[in-house]
């Protein structure tokens, strides 16, 4: 049974800075690609970062030069460094990966951009 779960998130003002971690378990973490999704108010569910196993990343146009995902295999953790973070921002930040065959998503953080 593969977990992961998410922490970091919470409010902040605009222009401000979070980092989201995402430790894994019950996976071989060191082969795997890592995802992180968000979902805001009304809005699906939309493919952030993500980052393989050989270490390549690729980033969504939206958070593309402000976010920064990376990944600490000794520690099976997954981070994804936000900055410059603006309202539209706002959104619950999941942890995804896909291994043995199926989609696996942690419960999400919170990230909430207001002043």
């Known amino acids: 049974q593969v977990r992961l779960v998410e922490s970091g998130g919470g409010l902040v003002q605009p222009g401000g800075s979070l980092r989201l971690s995402c430790v894994a378990s019950?996976?071989?973490?060191?082969?795997?690609?890592m995802n992180w999704y968000r979902q805001g108010p009304g809005k699906e569910r939309e493919l952030v970062a993500l980052i393989r196993r050989n270490g390549t990343t690729n980033y969504a146009d939206s958070v593309q030069g402000r976010f920064t995902i990376s990944r600490d295999n000794a520690r099976t953790t997954v981070f994804l460094r936000m900055n410059s973070l603006q309202p539209e921002d706002s959104a619950v930040y999941y942890c995804?990966?896909?291994?043995?065959?199926?989609?696996?998503w942690g419960k999400g953080t919170l990230v909430t951009v207001s002043s």
């Open positions: 995804n990966t896909n291994y043995w065959a199926r989609s696996w």
């Open positions: 019950g996976m071989n973490f060191n082969i795997a690609t």
